[in-house]
């Protein structure tokens, strides 16, 4: 029986294959460079031993039209040529450099190390020594294959970001779909809630009963309209910052263990910022919750509302055991988290309700043993 599934398989083989392909594109150009290299040296003897001939012969004989059309035709390979005499003569380089000492000894130097020289004699006399680089169009083979790798890289780096996006796509139709499912879902447990709340409170009980079992229907109706709203494109209406979010965290204060000790401070009493009011509700019981998970359960959680110019800051601090700062940015990527138990979709929801939905700003302010500051930015309406 075979366990590999299918499409593990098919990877295997496009991975293979393009090794393969790329295996041959970089031996294919080896050997044509090898064999340019040949064909270059063949062409720089020949130049040689023209030069042999033209410097054994007196000014009376007539070597012909061949001499010269071998002399005039090597116009791209830069050549240095050292006499017996030590007199150095060179071809094919930048005239700006022609006449600069320095610079022809570095490119003797790298000639030597690219080509064999060639010594270019005459009845077992010694004549010259000919010292030859590589030509542009040889020098530019070279580099070739790093040019197609760096293609072939760019390429594949396109295909796996199309392939991340599609899937990341995917993922979030996927969410929203089991979103919606879940608001659908409540729904129906919810109505019949709402009728036997209603049937309590004719029968002789406690009216403070009835009024806290409200408030948690009311909770969870605003539980189920945020899970309806994921996947489309919320409506944001001018809110007062301060109170939605004072709101939000008197909700979970009453809702929470007494061992954590809750403070709320504002610079100002009113503020005016175009809201989602139940998707930024969500935004701090998330945040909130996630500094009671980092304390355990004891410590403190305190909110501070702070303007800054154009924007307003929203501060959540907590005495928790504090982010590592490598993990500032991952935090906010689906699927992590630090705790044994959960899903790490808490933060990446917050990042996408602040900065998507309200085009604002959500950072780790600081982190240490001493607790961490979340911070929120919105645009203030003037």
């Given at each position: 029986?075979?366990?590999?599934?299918?499409?593990?398989?098919?990877?295997?083989?496009?991975?293979?294959?393009?090794?393969?392909?790329?295996?041959?594109?970089?031996?294919?150009?080896?050997?044509?460079?090898?064999?340019?290299?040949?064909?270059?040296?063949l062409?720089?003897?020949?130049?040689?031993?023209?030069?042999?001939e033209?410097?054994?012969?007196?000014?009376?004989?007539?070597?012909?039209?061949?001499h010269?059309?071998?002399?005039?035709?090597?116009?791209?390979?830069?050549?240095?040529?050292?006499?017996?005499?030590?007199?150095?003569?060179?071809?094919?380089?930048?005239?700006?450099?022609?006449?600069?000492?320095?610079?022809?000894?570095?490119?003797?130097?790298?000639?030597?190390?690219?080509?064999?020289p060639?010594?270019?004699?005459?009845?077992?006399?010694?004549?010259?020594?000919?010292?030859?680089g590589?030509?542009?169009?040889?020098?530019?083979?070279?580099?070739?294959?790093?040019?197609?790798?760096?293609?072939?890289?760019?390429?594949?780096?396109?295909?796996?970001?199309?392939?991340?996006?599609?899937k990341?796509?995917?993922?979030?139709?996927?969410?929203a779909?089991?979103a919606k499912?879940?608001a659908?879902?409540?729904?129906?447990?919810?109505?019949?809630?709402?009728?036997?709340n209603?049937?309590?409170?004719s029968e002789d009980?406690?009216?403070?009963?009835?009024?806290?079992?409200?408030?948690?229907?009311d909770?969870?109706?605003?539980?189920?309209?945020?899970?309806?709203?994921?996947g489309?494109?919320?409506?944001?209406?001018?809110?007062?910052i301060?109170?939605?979010?004072?709101?939000?965290?008197?909700?979970?204060?009453?809702?929470?263990s007494?061992?954590?000790?809750?403070?709320f401070?504002?610079?100002?009493?009113?503020?005016?910022?175009?809201l989602?009011?139940?998707?930024?509700?969500?935004?701090?019981?998330?945040?909130?919750?996630?500094?009671?998970?980092?304390?355990?359960?004891?410590g403190?959680?305190?909110i501070?509302?702070?303007?800054?110019?154009?924007?307003v800051?929203?501060?959540i601090?907590?005495?928790?055991?504090?982010i590592?700062?490598?993990?500032?940015?991952?935090?906010?990527?689906?699927?992590?988290?630090?705790?044994?138990?959960?899903?790490?979709?808490?933060?990446?929801?917050?990042?996408?309700?602040?900065?998507?939905?309200?085009?604002?700003?959500?950072?780790?302010l600081?982190?240490?043993?001493?607790?961490?500051?979340?911070?929120?930015?919105?645009?203030?309406?003037?």
């Open positions: 029986m075979n366990f590999i599934p299918k499409n593990k398989i098919s990877n295997i083989f496009l991975l293979v294959g393009s090794f393969v392909v790329v295996s041959l594109i970089l031996w294919n150009t080896n050997s044509f460079f090898k064999q340019f290299k040949e064909e270059e040296r062409k720089m003897e020949i130049w040689a031993t023209a030069q042999s033209f410097l054994q012969s007196s000014e009376t004989v007539d070597l012909g039209s061949l010269l059309k071998v002399f005039q035709n090597n116009t791209s390979t830069p050549m240095i040529l050292i006499n017996k005499d030590k007199s150095i003569r060179v071809n094919n380089f930048p005239p700006n450099k022609a006449q600069d000492s320095a610079y022809i000894q570095s490119q003797l130097k790298k000639f030597k190390n690219e080509n064999t060639i010594s270019i004699d005459q009845q077992g006399e010694h004549l010259a020594t000919l010292y030859y590589n030509s542009d169009v040889l020098t530019k083979l070279k580099f070739y294959p790093i040019a197609l790798l760096l293609i072939i890289f760019l390429f594949a780096a396109v295909i796996y970001f199309l392939f991340k996006t599609n990341a796509a995917e993922q979030n139709k996927l969410w779909g089991m499912e879940t659908h879902q409540i729904g129906t447990p919810l109505s019949s809630l709402l009728g036997w209603e049937l309590l409170k009980i406690n009216p403070s009963i009835t009024k806290e079992i409200e408030k948690d229907i909770r969870l109706q605003t539980i189920t309209e945020r899970f309806s709203k994921i489309s494109l919320p409506k944001l209406v001018e809110s007062d301060v109170k939605e979010t004072q709101d939000a965290f008197d909700y979970l204060k009453r809702r929470s007494k061992l954590i000790h809750f403070s401070s504002s610079k100002v009493d009113h503020l005016p910022v175009m989602n009011s139940s998707l930024y509700n969500w935004t701090i019981e998330n945040l909130v919750k996630n500094g009671i998970d980092a304390m355990r359960g004891k403190s959680i305190a501070e509302i702070v303007p800054d110019h154009k924007f800051n929203i501060l601090a907590d005495t928790g055991h504090g590592s700062k490598s993990n500032y940015n991952s935090i906010f990527t689906p699927g992590f988290t630090s705790k044994k138990r959960g899903w790490g979709l808490g933060l990446s929801l917050v990042k996408r309700i602040v900065e998507e939905y309200h085009d604002g700003k959500i950072k780790v600081s982190s240490g043993k001493e607790g961490t500051i979340m911070q929120i930015s919105l645009k203030v309406v003037h």
